[in-house]
């Protein structure tokens, strides 16, 4: 079982910029596909950024040049550094484990980013 817990959501004004965090325990960091997916009200859960097979980044084209995705191995972390923040970035974020040894999926528990002035 892999465990993921977000952090660093809120509250920010139109073009603002916010840092999410998602630490992961319970798995091999360095061997799970980190990614984060958002879900606004009324609407499908949907890709922001994620990491595919190697070191390969696949953005949503809506936070291509807003929005990067990073790791850091050694604190068995993922980050989302989110730029430029809109109305429409408003949702929850939640940070997404896929392990390459195994088919399984986990998912923490959402963090809620909303952009209003």
């Known amino acids: 079982q892999v465990q993921l817990v977000e952090s660093g959501g809120g509250l920010v004004q139109p073009g603002g910029s916010l840092r999410l965090s998602c630490a992961a325990s319970g798995g091999i960091f360095a061997l799970l596909r980190m990614g984060w997916y958002r879900q606004a009200p009324g609407k499908q859960r949907e890709l922001v950024a994620r990491?595919?097979?190697?070191?390969?980044?696949d953005y949503a084209d809506y936070v291509k040049g807003r929005f990067t995705i990073s790791r850091d191995n050694a604190k068995n972390t993922v980050y989302l550094q989110m730029n430029s923040l809109n109305a429409e970035d408003t949702a929850v974020y939640y940070c997404?484990?896929?392990?390459?040894?195994?088919?399984?999926?986990?998912w923490g528990q959402g963090t809620q980013v909303t952009v209003s002035s």
């Open positions: 997404n484990a896929r392990p390459q040894y195994n088919s399984a999926i986990f």
């Open positions: 990491y595919d097979s190697g070191s390969y980044v």
